[in-house]
């Protein structure tokens, strides 16, 4: 094999480091096929070459603390709408066994005092927030979240422009964190005996600089902070997760929830665990309009979740999924990582 093949200038580089040197043909072969693989990740649709990079990534260098990020683990187990509700539709409920979150819209003050109902948060957005500030409270160590200076920045980490404007993703963004800001959430578990609701309020108060642009109600808060009980409640129930992974399914909010809840399962099992195809319905199946889709689309969501998890110890059978205790490898997480409290 040549070296006709070789374009890129670091593997060119490599090739002139090992001219002239014992096993030079051995290095052409082994530069040839990285380059091949390049051209063939290079060849993919955009959201499998980012899958198939994160994967490579993933593969050839070890996790580290700068790509560990959080989320509350109240999140994988029930998580917040796909999809933007009906307008007059101002509360969500999802159920998963004896657990419920329900969800339910506020109102935020424009720079004329006038009340403007949010939508309930929904779609990735909300979920990559709510994972941002997650993550920067973890970091910062403080219920107060200074992120003025890194909200812009993580936007773009998760593969998305920056560009404002009506339809610009940092207005999108916008809009799903004013909805956070506004929207009040409870968690209940019962036993049949008796049941405990919990307020989790994700945002206790949020600093804003407001504006008379009717398309721009809000710029970029500088400072959010959670109520005391949620960032107590983060503190014990921290779920760690892998930058990569998270930009790999940035944009869908199914399949950052199956990632969410792949995550806390088997962080929380001591042995193999098969859940139903009716339990996973029950878990993931709300957008879906009946059985038969949603078990094509549960299928080729953890196929690509494991196509950047190569070692994730999940299969598919007639039955339903079953998984595996996974350590932090299976999950491309840093040894050093902050712990799910088990329930």
């Keep these: 094999m040549g070296e006709a093949p070789v374009r890129d200038a670091d593997l060119l580089a490599e090739l002139e480091a090992a001219r002239g040197k014992f096993g030079f043909d051995y290095v052409v072969r082994q530069v040839a096929e990285k380059q091949a693989e390049r051209d063939r990740i290079a060849a993919l649709p955009p959201?499998?070459?980012?899958?198939?990079?994160?994967?490579?990534?993933?593969?050839?260098?070890?996790?580290?603390?700068?790509?560990?990020?959080?989320?509350?683990?109240?999140?994988?187990?029930?998580?917040?709408?796909?999809?933007?509700?009906?307008a007059n539709q101002q509360h969500f409920a999802r159920q998963q066994g004896n657990m419920a979150l329900d969800v339910?819209?506020?109102?935020l003050r424009d720079a004329n005092g006038n009340a403007l109902l949010q939508p309930v948060p929904f779609g990735p957005k909300a979920r990559l927030i709510l994972m941002h500030l997650c993550s920067e409270s973890i970091q910062q160590k403080s219920?107060?979240?200074?992120?003025?200076?890194?909200?812009?920045?993580?936007?773009?980490d998760m593969g998305f422009s920056d560009s404002g404007g009506r339809r610009g993703p940092l207005t999108a963004f916008k809009e799903q964190l004013n909805a956070l800001a506004a929207c009040s959430m409870r968690m209940s578990v019962w036993n049949g005996q008796s049941v405990r609701t919990r307020n989790i309020t994700p945002i206790d108060e949020m600093d804003l600089w407001l504006t008379h642009n009717p398309h721009q109600r809000s710029l970029?808060?500088?400072?959010?902070?959670?109520?005391?009980?949620?960032?107590?409640?983060?503190?014990?129930?921290?779920?760690?997760?892998?930058?990569?992974?998270?930009?790999?399914?940035a944009a869908s909010a199914r399949k950052l929830d199956l990632y969410f809840w792949l995550g806390w399962r088997m962080y929380n099992i001591d042995a193999p665990l098969t859940l139903s195809w009716a339990a996973l319905y029950d878990q993931f199946g709300g957008a879906n309009a009946?059985?038969?889709?949603?078990?094509?689309?549960?299928?080729?969501?953890?196929?690509?979740?494991?196509?950047?998890?190569?070692?994730?110890?999940?299969?598919?059978?007639?039955t339903g999924l079953t998984i595996e205790p996974a350590d932090a490898d299976a999950l491309a997480l840093p040894t050093r990582k902050l712990s799910v409290k088990k329930r």
């Design 47 to 86: 959201a499998r070459r980012r899958r198939a990079m994160i994967s490579a990534d993933l593969a050839n260098s070890e996790p580290t603390l700068k790509d560990l990020r959080h989320v509350h683990s109240v999140l994988a187990i029930v998580g917040l709408p796909y999809e933007r509700l009906p």
């Design 104 to 107: 339910t819209a506020g109102y």
């Design 143 to 156: 219920a107060t979240i200074e992120i003025a200076d890194t909200f812009t920045g993580f936007v773009r």
């Design 220 to 249: 970029w808060p500088s400072t959010v902070t959670f109520s005391p009980a949620m960032y107590d409640s983060l503190k014990r129930h921290a779920l760690p997760l892998n930058a990569h992974v998270v930009r790999a399914f």
């Design 290 to 318: 009946n059985a038969r889709d949603f078990k094509r689309h549960f299928k080729d969501d953890l196929k690509e979740i494991k196509e950047v998890l190569e070692k994730l110890p999940a299969r598919l059978t007639e």
